[in-house]
């Protein structure tokens, strides 16, 4: 996927002011709009123009674009890098997956899904805050034992003139236990503020992991890659196995082959009911890099004849 420059696309400055952009934008409409235009490819530039315009006019996330932008140059090759967003306050003028497709790849891969919908303001002169949205990146530890995490947030703020800027503020949340990746926690009154007397909005923090060493969420199950050696996967085994919520043994059946999937009940995040275990045996062989392990090689290979390839009918 190609990096699109949306400066360049209205023709202003990076720091330009939202007047700028505004008559920036005007002006290539009047030229490419497709009711009016003659130019060949105004239908074309005209969907350009109004995702840049779409994106540069909106203060929160004209802010993550120069943020994810930085040091990329037009028609370079871009990927997102993972959890980019993790940190960023944004308010309910968010883009679903559906409604981003009709803008190009490199728009729905940054902004499809960002923020939530808008959210009802009451009637009258009092209205209730908007809602607001994060994402938060923890480790699943915490899912275990539940934690109070310091939660350093970076909100698109504009000037008078429309300049952007990012402002910091910092929170403690409490992470309960038996949280799973993709839950909201709720935090009541620490949206954007409510108008005539009304209520603050809350603020949503929607909870993703951070990549484990080992262990991988799905929902409240645990996948594992158990390692065991040729003899343990060939006789049986009693194994342990560490886990953030403590250790367990678990036992191997004879005759495992790699692959075989062992489910333990219950041993997955805690929850009501909690998650599931799920172990990927993985055999692996010890290597031949001593004359002894040689000779045991050797002494197999002579006195068990076995060919793998006629087990499966390769």
């Known amino acids: 996927m190609e990096f699109k420059d949306y400066y360049k696309t209205l023709g202003v400055a990076r720091d330009a002011t939202a007047e700028e952009i505004k008559k920036a934008f005007r002006k290539l409409a009047r030229k490419f709009h497709p009711d009016v235009s003659k130019e060949p490819n105004a239908s074309e530039r005209m969907q350009e123009i109004n995702e840049a315009n779409t994106v540069l006019s909106d203060p929160e996330k004209r802010a993550a674009y120069d943020q994810l932008g930085k040091g990329y140059q037009p028609g370079q090759e871009f990927r997102p890098p993972p959890d980019w967003d993790a940190g960023f306050e944004f308010s309910g003028r968010g883009f679903s997956p559906r409604d ?14 960002m923020g939530g919908g808008m959210h009802g303001r009451g009637a009258g002169f009092q209205a209730r805050g908007e809602d607001h949205h994060a994402k938060v990146v923890l480790e699943l530890e915490d899912a275990f034992h539940g934690a109070t995490r310091q939660i350093s947030l970076r909100v698109p703020k504009a000037d008078a003139q429309g300049r952007v800027a990012l402002e910091s503020r910092t929170l403690n949340v409490k992470i309960p236990v038996g949280v799973r990746e993709g839950q909201v926690i709720r935090l009541a009154g ?87 275990l799920l172990l990927q045996i993985k055999v692996v062989l010890p290597p031949a890099d001593t004359a002894k392990a040689r000779e045991f090689y050797e002494t197999m290979a002579r006195e068990m004849p076995f060919d793998p390839r006629q087990q499966g009918g390769y």
Request: aromatic share 6%; charged share 15%; proline share 11%.
């Open 100 to 113: 981003a497709a009709q803008f190009s790849d490199f728009f729905s891969q940054i902004f499809g899904g």
């Open 190 to 276: 620490q949206g954007a503020p409510g108008m005539g007397g009304a209520p603050a909005g809350d603020l949503m923090l929607q909870v993703h992991f951070k990549p484990h060493a080992r262990l991988r969420a799905e929902g409240r199950d645990l996948h594992l890659d158990l390692p065991v050696a040729p003899w343990e996967a060939a006789l049986g085994a009693v194994l342990p196995v560490d886990l953030p919520g403590g250790s367990l043994k678990v036992r191997i059946p004879a005759g495992a082959q790699s692959g075989y999937q062992l489910r333990v009940r219950g041993k997955g995040i805690p929850g009501a009911p909690p998650g599931d």
